[in-house]
């Protein structure tokens, strides 16, 4: 597959601050792609910076095959939908949609029929004739991605899209952006700083810190070998060790070896940290890493059963995720409890970034 | 509950007694304010037929109209370059002195101004005269629209492939409208009876004499029935222009 729009070491300063330090991506034909991080990382300078509202100090922005790095943001073969929707209040919903084709100076039946279509397949037929102000969260929200969409863009970008939506609609939005972006067959590149929201969707997510690439892959690859302890952390939730890495994993200073495979560029002796996700924890006394722990709390989570656990030596409590159909459990907060966990689900990670 | 009624009421009568009073005296045809000599339309018609008048109403509408359409349009660009650009404190400031600086100190500053520069004085230097206040007004309305508007739209509006005019006029320009016309009609209510500024920056003789100033020579003989029935008139269009204004506002008003 070649790439839609390829970004080569850009670069991006306000004044002392960079907040694009050095960016090379690829974003490919139809596929759905999350640009992921906490607020401050750059994601959105680096939306910008494709979409054209944003001019690298280094670096190209390539489109389609041509260097777009100079190009205004009107001529450029893709379109941003805004985290505020930025609809137009005088027009209504198909007057919004038709607006972007009118530029293109479309003939009437053509900006009329493309418009229908949109409408169609964003459930919004129905308001067409609607002013936004009359209009629910979810259904502004809509009409912004149609305006964008009806353009045919190569690549749509979606600037924090179900920001403002509450929890239950954004779920449900989440889904139908995956439908949707798989009906068109447009590439998707979306901006969010909620990794959940990008596990969900994503095809790709490039996980961003201080203008940087933490990380980047499937979403799989990055939950179940995330590269460094900033990815682990910001990903799901995940139980820390910290000790010195040895050829069998790493010593930790008050429970001793904890076994796991040393990576590349780790080498025995430096410090490292050990990273275990939740639902990898047991309660069991045959895995061949395993700790003693006292119960400290339980959540009933209908699924599933959430354990925190003290563990002698350990500052942080641990987290553990009992799958309801593995029970029952019959746990009480104080009781002592022996949890394990194998080598292999466990990832021995740098200690710094 | 009372003693408020009684304190409404006697506000209401403090503010309009007089107008109606006005009102009435301007249909009376005996001409004298202490006898009722009947209804008639004989003030209007000696109005229709008073020359000076005339000339100094039209002298009025053409300062108020010019002045009010350069300074809403100066005054909106002005509100949209401050507001989208977040200046400084101290420019807000100067950008509302001359709305609360004292007219006559602002008449009297332009007439120096116009000194120095040997601008003669005419109906010209009312009309920018009248140009220099009114733009903090329109700009001050304008702004207050602009409070709640997404700039956003810019830049969608650029993406979807509008050129920075076709931005304007297709986007910015709807959006604030209602801004914009409340601000016109704000600045034309301001000119057209606006006095000491006139009075001060206008030049010699019949030519520019605005309406206020013609009333005033005229009221020096004492207060004639003919002037009853011009405050009559400027009462009612300026009834019907604040009427317009509100309508305007507060029908789009929840637009933005």
């Known amino acids: ?353 | 509950m009372r003693p408020l009624q009684l304190h409404l009421g006697l506000v209401y009568f403090f503010l309009y007694g007089p107008l109606i009073l006005l009102m009435v005296l301007s249909l009376n045809d005996s001409g004298l304010p202490t006898s009722w000599g009947g209804a008639s339309f004989r003030w209007y018609e000696a109005l229709a037929e008073n020359s000076a008048i005339q000339r100094a109403a039209l002298n009025s509408l053409i300062v108020a109209s010019v002045s009010t359409l350069v300074a809403t349009i100066l005054g909106t660009l002005l509100a949209l370059g401050v507001e989208r650009r977040r200046g400084s404190a101290g420019l807000d400031a100067l950008l509302f002195a001359p709305m609360v600086i004292p007219d006559i100190v602002l008449a009297i500053a332009l007439l120096s101004f116009y000194f120095l520069l040997s601008v003669s004085l005419s109906l010209y230097s009312i009309i920018i005269s009248h140009i220099v206040f009114n733009i903090a007004f329109a700009c001050a309305v304008v702004r207050a629209r602009l409070k709640q508007f997404d700039w956003a739209m810019l830049e969608a509006s650029e993406d979807l492939g509008a050129p920075p005019l076709v931005t304007f006029f297709r986007v910015t320009l709807p959006a604030i409208l209602p801004g914009v016309v409340a601000a016109a009609l704000l600045a034309f209510t301001l000119s057209i009876d606006e006095f000491i500024i006139a009075f001060f920056t206008a030049g010699p003789g019949q030519s520019s004499t605005t309406l206020p100033m013609q009333v005033y020579s005229m009221i020096r003989f004492g207060v004639t029935p003919e002037i009853n029935a011009l405050a009559t008139l400027f009462l009612l269009t300026s009834f019907t222009l604040v009427l317009m204004a509100q309508r305007v506002s507060g029908r789009r008003g929840n637009l933005v």
């Open chain 1, 1 to 353: 597959m070649s790439a839609l729009i390829s970004l080569q070491s850009v670069e991006r300063r306000f004044g002392s601050v960079t907040a694009v330090d050095g960016v090379s991506l690829d974003l490919l034909e139809n596929e759905f792609f999350a640009l992921l991080g906490p607020s401050g990382c750059g994601k959105t300078t680096l939306l910008r910076l494709i979409a054209g509202f944003e001019q690298p100090d280094a670096g190209r922005v390539m489109i389609d095959g041509s260097d777009m790095t100079r190009v205004r943001p009107r001529h450029r073969p893709v379109n941003l939908m805004f985290q505020s929707y930025a609809l137009f209040p005088h027009m209504t919903v198909a007057a919004n949609v038709a607006y972007g084709l009118e530029m293109e100076r479309l003939a009437k039946p053509e900006i009329k029929r493309r418009v229908a279509e949109v409408l169609e397949i964003t459930a919004l037929s129905d308001f067409a004739n609607r002013k936004p102000e009359r209009l629910s969260g979810g259904q502004r929200q809509r009409v912004a991605l149609a305006r964008a969409l009806v353009k045919q863009p190569k690549v749509l970008l979606l600037d924090e899209p179900l920001a403002a939506l509450d929890r239950q609609l954004r779920e449900q939005m989440q889904l139908e952006l995956k439908r949707l972006q798989h009906e068109v067959g447009i590439t998707f590149c979306i901006v969010t700083h909620d990794q959940e929201e990008a596990l969900v969707m994503a095809d790709r997510i490039a996980l961003m810190q201080a203008g940087r690439i933490a990380q980047l892959g499937p979403p799989q690859e990055l939950y179940e070998a995330p590269a460094s302890r900033f990815v682990a952390g910001f990903i799901g939730r995940m139980n820390f060790f910290e000790g010195t890495a040895t050829a069998e994993g790493l010593t930790h200073p008050t429970l001793g070896l904890l076994r796991g495979a040393l990576p590349e560029g780790l080498s025995s002796g430096q410090a490292a940290t050990l990273a275990v996700r939740p639902e990898r924890l047991r309660v069991t006394e045959t895995a061949n890493n395993s700790v003693q722990t006292t119960l400290r709390a339980v959540a009933y989570r209908g699924g599933d059963l959430l354990l925190e656990v003290a563990v002698a030596g350990l500052e942080d409590q641990l987290e553990l995720r009992l799958p309801i159909t593995e029970g029952p459990f019959t746990v009480e907060p104080g009781q002592t409890l022996t949890i394990g966990w194998r080598a292999e689900d466990s990832r021995l990670l740098p200690a710094s970034d």
